[in-house]
């Protein structure tokens, strides 16, 4: 996601806390249930073609007229134009809530508004988080046309989850208040850093927060089964007075709270763009010791208030139209490579994207799973005190 504030939200095999979240139990439950005249019903839909097809689809989202997203960030990877180009194609209203809110957040927005109108339709989740979403019943079952495009290993199997976009963690720093720019985890310990490194989040509920410390795990010999390192990085840190526990959002840039900011390479990226006119010199390293690469993942509330208007906005997400846009936010989308096959792909943004050598790896589903418990449980002891 350009840039945008904290969404504190986990390229994963697969690249945000506001108390709106607390939430009432008031609000009407949802009266509309998309349903064709011989009985196809779009909250059961596993594919457009099991609604009678993309028109059918189209048709059936514009009677219900609204898609209710949330945790969405205008300038979070292109999302603003992306929102925009939607509701211009098909003249469907978007509701974002809580831009700024995290992937938790958004599974407990689901959880405690089942059967009202104002629950989200549609969730953009860290990965870890889906896994944890689809665990839990939370996800409905569906496969965009794009679907068998999605990597192997990127998608749940069933549909419940596939990755979207992704990047890498990387390090932001502002070149006219650092006077060297750390470009590796190692670097960030030295003492010239003093209260001056931060994350986008809290990695207990925000997945780039989660990647920096898996990042911060690989660089110092820890692995994806084992991401205490990376707890034992931001404790020394923490101790030598390094890192500071404001969350890097694009008003602590701009105001040079947050001048290192660890976080996602199209975020920082982002940054870069966003702040040179008002006088910022942004500049983003991918840390040669800790190269960890993460994706988001888009999911359908399996409860959706407007189950045909959630489903066609994933059909636009993964067309090239959608892919693109997430492209010119310096994301990279999931449908990358099936796309530059066929010629489909914007070239000038590809060119613009942050470089990286290698292959980037990807933790499993269990990995993840037991690295969030183990962050869970000890990120607080960590940076306390």
Known sequence: MTVSPPRNAVLGGSLAVVAALALSACGAAPTNSSTTADGKNAATATSAADFG?????????????????????RDWANYGAIIDGFTKKY????????????SQDEINAVTSRK???R??????LGSSFALSAAQQGLLAPYKVASFDQIPEGQKDPKGQ????YGGYISIGC???????????FADLLKPQYKGQVALNGNPTKSGSAFGGVYAASLANKGSFDDIQPGLDFFGKLKKNGNYTPVESTPATVEKGETPISIDWDYLNAGYADEFKSKGVDWKVSIPTDGQYAQYYSQAINKDAPHPAAARLW???????EGQNLWLKGYARPVLMTSMESAGTLDKTAAAKLPQVT??????TEAQQSKAKTVIASGWAKAVSG
């Open 91 to 102: 003249g469907i209203k978007i509701t974002d809530e809580n831009p700024d809110g995290s």
């Open 115 to 117: 059967g009202q109108d």
């Open 314 to 320: 994933q059909e636009y997400l993964y067309s090239a």
């Open 53 to 73: 097809g993309l028109a059918a689809l189209e048709k059936a989202a514009k009677k219900e007229g609204t898609l209710h997203i949330i945790a969405v960030p």
């Open 358 to 363: 290698g292959t980037p790896s990807f933790p």
């Open 174 to 184: 502002d070149a006219k208040r650092v006077k060297t720019c750390p470009t590796t």
């Open 161 to 164: 989850w596939f990755n979207d």
């Open 119 to 124: 629950a989200p339709d549609v969730l953009d």
